[in-house]
């Protein structure tokens, strides 16, 4: 397990520091007033309402970049400073937000795969570890061991296949964002582009867990096929 250790390591570092120039360009945006005034729970209702969404509810959730839409109870939950800040910051985020309501509301078939994937994943991303470790630990103790690990690895592939279509999801919501705030002039072409910037990073943290889970589920692989190979 050597590997996986140093894996999650190296990624660890990677996301860190890509976590640490999201916060930094939040902040040196979030100092920047939106020319328009708006703060982002107006944002958020002025997008929900423009796109004909009328039945998801604009909330106020505790913590520092704790942003997100919940399809289940259809509400964009913002933190304080997104939810009252009129900053680009606050506009990039709130309207992302709304990027996924309004991806739930015209059935994304992305973001649909991956909201019937989030109970499996609930149960694979706590069981994969600890059935993989006993798949390994059990090596030399006969072939059974491989059918252990092999659950493991159909485990933590569930995980990464939810990593990787995350991606799109992400990817598509600040599309619908950015494109929205263009068409509707609700930005300059310089506050524009630094919605774009921040948003950029904010994808990248998804972009950092998608390939170490792809590293990690790779390495788990090649534990499999050396074991085969030398029974």
């Not at 106020?60 to 997100?68: K, N």
Request: hydrophobic share 45%.
């Amino acid at each position: 397990m050597l590997g996986y250790y140093l894996i999650a390591g190296i990624m660890f570092l990677v996301g860190m520091m890509v976590s640490n120039q999201l916060k930094r360009k939040f902040q040196e945006y979030s100092e920047v007033p939106l020319s328009e005034g708006l703060s982002g729970k107006e944002v958020a209702e002025r997008m929900l309402h423009e796109n004909g969404i009328y039945d998801v509810q604009v909330i106020s959730t505790p913590g520092f970049l704790s942003d997100h839409y919940n399809p289940a109870d259809k509400t964009v939950n913002l933190s304080p400073d997104v939810y009252s800040g009129r900053s680009i910051s606050s506009a990039a985020v709130a309207a992302h937000e709304c990027g996924h309501a309004v991806q739930h509301a015209t059935a994304y078939s992305m973001l649909q795969m991956r909201s019937k994937l989030v109970p499996i994943v609930q149960i694979s991303s706590t069981l994969s570890q600890w059935v993989i470790a006993a798949g390994v630990g059990f090596m030399g103790f006969g072939g059974g061991n491989q059918t252990i690990l092999l659950i493991g690895i159909a485990l933590f592939a569930v995980s990464t296949l939810f990593s990787l279509i995350t991606l799109p999801v992400e990817y598509d919501a600040s599309a619908r964002a950015l494109k929205w705030m263009e068409n509707t002039h609700l930005t300059t072409r310089g506050e524009h582009d630094q919605a774009a910037d921040a948003l950029k990073w904010a994808a990248r943290t998804y972009v950092v867990a998608a390939i170490a889970s792809v590293a990690n589920l790779i390495y788990f692989i090649m534990i499999f096929l050396n074991r085969r190979n030398d029974d």
